[in-house]
Nanobody, 127 residues
């Protein structure tokens, strides 16, 4: 059974940084390594939106709103993905979710294409 476990959320002032981690527990390496991992976020009253994704070949894709401030990466040996968030803004406040799939190598995986989701971690940016 695969579980996606996130950590690293919290409260930070505008301009600060946070690093989120996401571990695919119970997923075998040969499945994790080639497939895409993504971070989504959902603010109150809004739809869940893609923040960033990274393929097994480390091709990345970012939402325009976070380009130049956020960096997604992965460590296949640890079956873990990261989201480094710098220059945080109050509008980045949301619950952040990590998602992974066992069936796609693309940066363009739709939301419903991810089979495994974490429980979410709250990021709050104060002004």
């Amino acid at each position: 059974q695969v579980q996606v476990v996130e950590s690293g959320g919290g409260l930070v002032q505008a301009g600060g940084s946070l690093r989120l981690s996401c571990k695919a527990v119970g997923m075998i390496t040969s499945v994790f390594n080639p497939n895409t991992v993504a971070w989504y976020r959902q603010a109150p009253g809004k739809e869940r939106e893609l923040v960033a994704s990274v393929t097994g070949r480390t091709t990345t894709n970012y939402a325009d709103s976070v380009k130049g401030r956020f960096t997604i990466s992965r460590d296949n040996a640890k079956k873990t993905a990261y989201l480094q968030m710098n220059s945080l803004k109050p509008e980045d406040t949301a619950v952040y979710y990590c998602a992974t799939t066992r069936t796609s190598y693309s940066t363009q995986v739709p939301l419903n294409g991810y089979e495994y989701w974490g429980q979410g971690t709250q990021v709050t940016v104060s002004s």
